[in-house]
C-alpha cells in the first residue's frame, strides 16, 4: 500500500519561499507509469493542480503558477518537493501531494497525502 | 481552458438514489474520475474512468459519462456518503488535470 506525507513548514512569511517534501512509501518512486504532483485547496474552496513531475525530471506546471513554482524528485530519498516563491496570503491553503496513475485511457490522483496547512502571514 | 461544471449542492434522504452531475464540452470523449472528500479529509477516488470502482469501494457508486454530461451516482445513500463531490479529467490539449468545482452532498 504506498503512502505519501507532506512535510514542512506550516506558516511561511509573505513574499519569502513555501518548500513542501512529500516521502513516499510502500513502493518505489521510481517503479511503475506514475507521475507524482502537488494540489492545493484554500479553505471552504475548491481543488487547483499545481504541477506534477515524472521521476526522469520531466515536469508541467499549471500555467497560472508557473512562474513562481519548482517541482523536483529525489529518487534516492524517493521524495519529490515543491518550492513557491514570492508567496502572499492567497498561497494560504491545505497542500497534497498525490501519484498520478498513466494510462492510455486517461490520467486520475490513486494516492494523496493526508494534506499540510500552510499560512502565509507575517 | 476546459471546464468543468458541478451543481454547488446536492440533497437527498437516506436510503433514496443521489445523482451529481458534472458538465463538460464534449466530456463524454473523456474520462472522467470522481472523488469523495470528508471534511479534513484528503480526497479519495470512488470512480475512475468513468464507471470502475476502486477496491474497497461499495457497489453503491457508479458512474456514467455520455455527450456533455457525467454522472456520479450514490444508491442507498448513507449518512456515511456526506461529503463534496469532485470530478476530474485531464485535457489533453494543455496536458493537464482539470477539477469541477466540487459538489457537497447533503444526507437530509
Known amino acids: 500500500q504506498v503512502q505519501l506525507q507532506e512535510s514542512g513548514p506550516g506558516l511561511v512569511k509573505p513574499s519569502q519561499t513555501l518548500s513542501l517534501t512529500c516521502s513516499v512509501s510502500?513502493?518505489?518512486?521510481?517503479?511503475?507509469?506514475?507521475?507524482w504532483s502537488w494540489i492545493r485547496q484554500p479553505a471552504g474552496e475548491g481543488l487547483e493542480w499545481i504541477g506534477r513531475i515524472f521521476t526522469s525530471g520531466s515536469t508541467t506546471y499549471n500555467p497560472s503558477l508557473k512562474s513562481r513554482v519548482t517541482i523536483s524528485v529525489d529518487t534516492s530519498k524517493n521524495q519529490f518537493s515543491l518550492k513557491l516563491t514570492s508567496v502572499t496570503a492567497a498561497d494560504t491553503a491545505v497542500y497534497y501531494c498525490a501519484r498520478v496513475k498513466v494510462s492510455n485511457s486517461g490520467f486520475y490522483f490513486d494516492y494523496w497525502g493526508q494534506g499540510t496547512l500552510v499560512t502565509v502571514s507575517s | 481552458s476546459y471546464v468543468l461544471t458541478q451543481p454547488p449542492s446536492v440533497s437527498e434522504a437516506p436510503g433514496k438514489t443521489a445523482r451529481i452531475t458534472c458538465g463538460g464540452q464534449n466530456i463524454g470523449s473523456k474520462s472522467v474520475h470522481w472523488y469523495q472528500q470528508k471534511p479534513g479529509q484528503a480526497p479519495v477516488v470512488v470512480i475512475c474512468?468513468?464507471?470502475d470502482r476502486p477496491s474497497g469501494i461499495p457497489e453503491r457508486f457508479s458512474g456514467s459519462n455520455s455527450g456533455n454530461t457525467a454522472t456520479l451516482t450514490i444508491s442507498r445513500v448513507e449518512a456515511g456518503d456526506e461529503a463534496d463531490y469532485y470530478c476530474q479529467v485531464w485535457d489533453s490539449s494543455s496536458d493537464h488535470p482539470v477539477f469541477g468545482g466540487g459538489t457537497k452532498l447533503t444526507v437530509l
Open positions: 510502500g513502493g518505489s518512486i521510481t517503479s511503475g507509469s506514475y507521475y
Open positions: 474512468y468513468d464507471s
